[in-house]
């Protein structure tokens, strides 16, 4: 037997003894003593459940067991007085048990009420007098007045009399109290108040059959059966052993049946003026008058208390609409009622702040570090910002700052402090983080809110691309943003027209001139606007995301075009093509994947593509470097490209797959001079020879660089020089020299605009 279910099966056997017991006649001493022993087993169940399970509080049902023990005590000294003396005594011996079981009871069922999270306490108090008083004035009329009105009987006798329907109206107090109480409801507790219920009900039954029929009591000894079995029944549920003290439910202060039921209660004393038997007595016109207007004061206590609960909890629910909940700040919402305010009086100024690179920690330290990050920088940043202006977090990783009536002078003033303030590391779980900004101002003097909360935007997306701590709006910023958005829409256009074409500019292997690669890069010829460069054309697709799509397209046609060089010039081919690949690109968990598609559908093997990307784009790690190292294992080499110009060049060879270093050009311009440059080109040569790598010159414009690298140890060179970027390159013709110059190079220097312009 399962302990989980013992209860039921107490329950079952109960049902059975007690049918037992009514098939037995009523008179006869074998019916008393079944009932007696099912009494005795009650009391002794509930010494069970406490041992079983070993509740925090048994002190409770102790006194349930001592209870239940004089209710016994009481039926066998009423049977030893009807079986042993062929007496029915009243009052009796008998009477004193009985009364003194409801103390114990009483006491009991208020330790289970007793709750250590005090709150609404003051309402249920009033629900349940309300409940009591109503229904007590009923159990006045119909049941406690007619006996004490019974003037016949002898006095100890009405005292008596009286003393049970009060013990049972404080009973009916009791569970008017614990019906208002739902914070610690649990199977057990709702045993206990079926098992007080029911001897209330049979008590109020008993009364109503002595007084009004003068019938025979004994049916309803099932009822008080029932009773003790549910006190036991309570005990031996599993979850009597729950602290209701700490259990707490969601709260249901205003819930249908609480509200209606203390509403019903309150009208059942006007209900019981209306009531003739109630008119033909003085004494019970004038109780029940007095206990209507004590419920109609009790009433308009109560509804006051609802009234101004639910106004503290419409403020209390505005105040969370209007919090950000994780920095304590005002959210969006409050900050552009704010905003619509100050704008309506006069002028206002608005900073907002957007951090920089603020998703790479919750990526890679987890989001309780970025939550505890933005907490300490929301507390920093409320430091720093003067009195009558608001601080709001407006977004994941944005903050703006109000300030009414201030100037321009003051608002900048103020953006300095806040770049100020994010150059010092933010200390979160353990982690150091330094966390930068753009930080954006703009204001106006009754202007639209909406549009001055979108000029600090644009401000601080302006800020970030160029690196500035602060940025005022201006004009020129929406001319910008308009033009941007423009090229974007003609960009979706010239992909799907054919607008876009790949140049290839060759990579020598010097002396001797064979060409040993192609970089792959992409130009655009507008129709109206003639040649787009890739400088302004190439951020404009990072930002909105075409880049994606432009740059697989340029890699599938490069791939494509070298497979058909390969098959169609054999040895004259040259060996590999270089493809720009942008940081968007390499974020994307799926690059690796699109990389080994594009070969398999193009027929070119692995070894014959590099990807060319820049030390920027693979310098915070993460997906970047994950993605090159899946273009390692398939068999595609790395270019990092630009080298020598980024955070940490050197850093980078121990973390990143690279195959060829491309020597920035910034190198390449003085390396006939003697001096700094020129021992650099030195050392990144014989970085690149130690490290097994392939370095390659970027930018050579003349025969002296060229001979001049040739003598540090460059073997693969580029530039003018030797070709500008064609369409078509000619791989069979080797470059002549004329007037120290190469033809091609000639040719290139009549477009210097377009010598760096690749798609990076």
């Given at each position: 037997?399962?302990?989980?279910?013992?209860?039921?099966?107490?329950?079952?056997?109960?049902?059975?003894?007690?049918?037992?017991?009514?098939?037995?006649?009523?008179?006869?001493?074998?019916?008393?003593?079944?009932?007696?022993?099912?009494?005795?087993?009650?009391?002794?169940?509930?010494?069970?459940?406490?041992?079983?399970?070993?509740?925090?509080?048994?002190?409770?049902?102790?006194?349930?067991?001592?209870?239940?023990?004089?209710?016994?005590?009481?039926?066998?000294?009423?049977?030893?007085?009807?079986?042993?003396?062929?007496?029915?005594?009243?009052?009796?011996?008998?009477?004193?048990?009985?009364?003194?079981?409801?103390?114990?009871?009483?006491?009991?069922?208020?330790?289970?009420?007793?709750?250590?999270?005090?709150?609404?306490?003051?309402?249920?108090?009033?629900?349940?007098?309300?409940?009591?008083?109503?229904?007590?004035?009923?159990?006045?009329?119909?049941?406690?007045?007619?006996?004490?009105?019974?003037?016949?009987?002898?006095?100890?006798?009405?005292?008596?009399?009286?003393?049970?329907?009060?013990?049972?109206?404080?009973?009916?107090?009791?569970?008017?109290?614990?019906?208002?109480?739902?914070?610690?409801?649990?199977?057990?507790?709702?045993?206990?108040?079926?098992?007080?219920?029911?001897?209330?009900?049979?008590?109020?039954?008993?009364?109503?059959?002595?007084?009004?029929?003068?019938?025979?009591?004994?049916?309803?000894?099932?009822?008080?059966?029932?009773?003790?079995?549910?006190?036991?029944?309570?005990?031996?549920?599993?979850?009597?052993?729950?602290?209701?003290?700490?259990?707490?439910?969601?709260?249901?202060?205003?819930?249908?049946?609480?509200?209606?039921?203390?509403?019903?209660?309150?009208?059942?004393?006007p209900a019981l003026l209306l009531t003739p038997y109630a008119g033909k007595n003085t004494l019970n016109s004038t109780v029940i008058a007095y206990g209507t207007i004590v419920l109609i004061m009790l009433t308009v206590a109560r509804m006051a208390m609802i009234l101004t609960q639910l106004k503290t909890q419409s403020h209390d629910m505005e105040t969370l609409a209007m919090q950000d909940e994780m920095t304590g700040l005002a959210n969006r919402r409050r900050f552009e009622n704010a905003?619509?305010?100050?704008?309506?009086?006069?002028?206002?100024?608005?900073?907002?702040?957007?951090?920089?690179?603020?998703?790479?920690?919750?990526?890679?330290?987890?989001?309780?570090?970025?939550?505890?990050?933005?907490?300490?920088?929301?507390?920093?940043?409320?430091?720093?910002?003067?009195?009558?202006?608001?601080?709001?977090?407006?977004?994941?990783?944005?903050?703006?700052?109000?300030?009414?009536?201030?100037?321009?002078?003051?608002?900048?003033?103020?953006?300095?402090?806040?770049?100020?303030?994010?150059?010092?590391?933010?200390?979160?779980?353990?982690?150091?983080?330094?966390?930068?900004?753009?930080?954006?101002?703009?204001?106006?003097?009754?202007?639209?809110?909406?549009?001055?909360?979108?000029?600090?935007?644009?401000?601080?997306?302006?800020?970030?691309?160029?690196?500035?701590?602060?940025?005022?709006?201006?004009?020129?910023?929406?001319?910008?943003?308009?033009?941007?958005?423009?090229?974007?829409?003609?960009?979706?256009?010239?992909?799907?027209?054919?607008?876009?074409?790949?140049?290839?500019?060759?990579?020598?292997?010097?002396?001797?001139?064979?060409?040993?690669?192609?970089?792959?890069?992409?130009?655009?010829?507008?129709?109206?606007?003639?040649?787009?460069?890739?400088?302004?054309?190439?951020?404009?697709?990072?930002?909105?995301?075409?880049?994606?799509?432009?740059?697989?397209?340029?890699?599938?046609?490069?791939?494509?075009?070298?497979?058909?060089?390969?098959?169609?010039?054999?040895?004259?081919?040259?060996?590999?093509?270089?493809?720009?690949?942008?940081?968007?690109?390499?974020?994307?968990?799926?690059?690796?994947?699109?990389?080994?598609?594009?070969?398999?559908?193009?027929?070119?093997?692995?070894?014959?593509?590099?990807?060319?990307?820049?030390?920027?784009?693979?310098?915070?790690?993460?997906?970047?470097?994950?993605?090159?190292?899946?273009?390692?294992?398939?068999?595609?080499?790395?270019?990092?490209?630009?080298?020598?110009?980024?955070?940490?060049?050197?850093?980078?060879?121990?973390?990143?797959?690279?195959?060829?270093?491309?020597?920035?050009?910034?190198?390449?311009?003085?390396?006939?001079?003697?001096?700094?440059?020129?021992?650099?080109?030195?050392?990144?040569?014989?970085?690149?020879?130690?490290?097994?790598?392939?370095?390659?010159?970027?930018?050579?414009?003349?025969?002296?660089?060229?001979?001049?690298?040739?003598?540090?140890?460059?073997?693969?060179?580029?530039?003018?020089?030797?070709?500008?970027?064609?369409?078509?390159?000619?791989?069979?013709?080797?470059?002549?020299?004329?007037?120290?110059?190469?033809?091609?190079?000639?040719?290139?220097?009549?477009?210097?605009?377009?010598?760096?312009?690749?798609?990076?």
């Open positions: 037997m399962r302990l989980t279910r013992i209860w039921c099966w107490w329950l079952a056997a109960g049902v059975l003894a007690t049918t037992g017991c009514f098939l037995l006649p009523a008179s006869s001493i074998t019916a008393r003593i079944c009932y007696n022993a099912i009494g005795l087993a009650s009391a002794v169940a509930l010494l069970v459940g406490v041992r079983l399970y070993q509740p925090r509080r048994p002190g409770l049902w102790y006194w349930f067991a001592a209870g239940q023990v004089l209710a016994v005590l009481g039926d066998i000294t009423y049977d030893y007085y009807l079986y042993g003396l062929g007496d029915e005594p009243y009052p009796s011996i008998a009477d004193a048990f009985y009364l003194a079981s409801y103390p114990l009871r009483f006491t009991g069922l208020l330790l289970l009420s007793r709750r250590r999270q005090p709150g609404g306490e003051t309402g249920r108090l009033i629900d349940a007098a309300i409940a009591a008083i109503g229904l007590g004035l009923v159990l006045w009329t119909f049941v406690l007045h007619p006996t004490v009105a019974d003037g016949s009987a002898p006095a100890l006798e009405r005292v008596i009399s009286t003393v049970y329907p009060v013990a049972d109206l404080l009973l009916l107090v009791m569970l008017a109290w614990m019906f208002t109480d739902r914070r610690g409801r649990t199977p057990s507790s709702r045993l206990l108040n079926a098992a007080a219920a029911t001897l209330l009900a049979a008590d109020t039954s008993y009364s109503v059959a002595i007084v009004y029929f003068n019938a025979d009591p004994f049916p309803l000894d099932a009822m008080f059966i029932a009773s003790s079995l549910l006190w036991a029944a309570a005990a031996l549920h599993p979850s009597m052993a729950a602290d209701t003290g700490v259990v707490r439910l969601p709260s249901t202060e205003h819930s249908v049946a609480r509200l209606c039921v203390p509403a019903a209660c309150s009208l059942l004393g905003l619509r305010t100050a704008m309506a009086g006069g002028s206002a100024q608005v900073a907002l702040l957007g951090l920089n690179g603020f998703k790479n920690v919750n990526d890679e330290l987890g989001r309780p570090v970025g939550d505890h990050a933005l907490a300490s920088l929301a507390q920093r940043l409320a430091r720093t910002v003067p009195d009558g202006a608001l601080l709001a977090r407006i977004g994941g990783d944005e903050f703006a700052v109000l300030l009414p009536g201030r100037s321009s002078s003051e608002s900048g003033s103020l953006a300095t402090q806040l770049a100020a303030q994010l150059r010092e590391p933010v200390h979160a779980c353990g982690h150091d983080l330094l966390v930068g900004a753009g930080i954006g101002v703009a204001g106006g003097e009754r202007d639209d809110p909406m549009e001055v909360l979108r000029r600090a935007e644009a401000a601080m997306y302006a800020a970030k691309r160029a690196g500035q701590a602060y940025r005022r709006w201006d004009p020129a910023l929406d001319e910008q943003s308009t033009g941007h958005a423009r090229l974007g829409a003609e960009m979706r256009i010239a992909l799907d027209t054919g607008q876009f074409q790949v140049v290839y500019q060759p990579i020598v292997a010097y002396p001797e001139g064979r060409v040993a690669a192609v970089e792959a890069l992409v130009r655009w010829e507008h129709p109206q606007r003639g040649t787009v460069s890739p400088a302004q054309f190439v951020p404009v697709a990072e930002q909105n995301g075409l880049i994606i799509e432009l740059g697989a397209w340029i890699l599938r046609t490069a791939c494509r075009r070298m497979a058909r060089w390969r098959a169609e010039l054999g040895g004259s081919a040259p060996d590999k093509v270089s493809v720009n690949v942008s940081a968007r690109q390499l974020a994307g968990p799926g690059f690796a994947t699109t990389v080994a598609d594009i070969l398999a559908e193009t027929g070119l093997p692995p070894h014959h593509l590099a990807v060319e990307v820049t030390e920027t784009s693979v310098f915070e790690g993460g997906q970047a470097v994950t993605t090159l190292h899946e273009l390692r294992k398939i068999g595609v080499q790395i270019a990092l490209d630009d080298f020598g110009t980024g955070h940490s060049s050197l850093g980078l060879l121990q973390t990143v797959p690279v195959d060829i270093l491309k020597v920035d050009k910034s190198f390449v311009d003085n390396v006939t001079e003697a001096g700094r440059h020129s021992v650099i080109a030195e050392a990144l040569i014989q970085i690149s020879t130690e490290l097994g790598m392939t370095a390659v010159a970027e930018g050579v414009e003349t025969a002296e660089q060229a001979d001049a690298l040739h003598q540090l140890g460059y073997t693969l060179l580029q530039g003018y020089h030797f070709s500008r970027p064609l369409a078509e390159p000619d791989f069979g013709r080797r470059p002549t020299t004329t007037g120290g110059m190469t033809t091609a190079a000639v040719v290139g220097q009549a477009h210097p605009g377009l010598q760096d312009a690749t798609m990076r």
